[in-house]
């Protein structure tokens, strides 16, 4: 078993077209189907129905793709660990993040960008929930995020810092002055919120869940700028972590309570195999 067979493998179950993906991989469809017809001799199993030009995948070829995956997945593992050894001076790594970390982030990057002007670098925004699916399917090489309960197994966790969380709302607001807020003032607030998938409104939902309070939600937007720039109208208003907020057309107000603050932490697969550029960029996250 080879781990080109491997990849021609994963390739055509992708398109299920034997032409396609032999188009994709840059070589002949006789080949790709020789290639596959060798693998499957070998394993003595059909991987893949072959109805006149459409294939479609065995019972065996589902089970067979997780762990093909993974072989090419730890092949290239050991790859980009022998390119590690030419001094950062190429590369790519992909960050997700959730936007309430986007001043952390930012910082760390144009600081990394200066440091490592050769390592290709790609950000993604996202709510929690999307940006682990893509750490579990290998696209993003760790997430900035904030998480206090979920402990997976298979993920490291790597703690950042604490902030409190807080109700925000528009500098020209009666309640701009304030120091602090309890839950059930907020509850009673007129509010624009992310939409489901973020994990603010999961913390958020508990806390008000926990203290029997049902909040006055009037607008779901799941894009965080567009929420800050309703509220700085003065007629909703919103909360989010202390850190995440950083407009000088908005005020933060501390909300009482226990428990009452989020905890940012990277996020990375734990037998996955670690960049040095990666590392690097966890050095300039820790320092911020």
Known sequence: MELRQLKYFLKAKEFLNFTEAANNLHISQSTLSQQIKQLEDELDVLLFNRIGKRIT??????????????????????????????????????????????????????????QFPKINVQ???????????????????????????????????????????????????ILANKTSITLKEIAELPLAIPASGYSTIQFMNEAFRKNNLKPNIRIEINDVPTIFELVKTGNWHTFMSGASVNDKGLSTILIKGKNMSRTAMIISLKNAYEKKAVKKFYELLTEN
């Open 123 to 173: 950000i993604f925004f996202g709510t929690s929930n999307e940006l682990i699916e893509k750490l579990n399917h290998f696209q993003l090489d760790f997430v900035l995020t904030f998480n206090e309960t979920t402990k997976e197994q298979d993920f490291k966790y790597q703690t950042l810092f604490s902030s409190p969380m807080t109700l925000v709302t528009s500098k020209k607001s």
């Open 57 to 114: 995948l065995t019972e065996a070829g589902e089970l067979f793709a997780e762990y093909a995956l993974q072989s090419v997945n730890r092949a290239n593992d050991g790859f980009l660990l022998l390119k590690d050894l030419n001094n950062l001076h190429t590369g790519k790594i992909s960050i997700g993040a959730t936007y309430g970390l986007r001043n952390l982030l930012t910082k760390a990057l144009i600081q990394f960008a200066e």
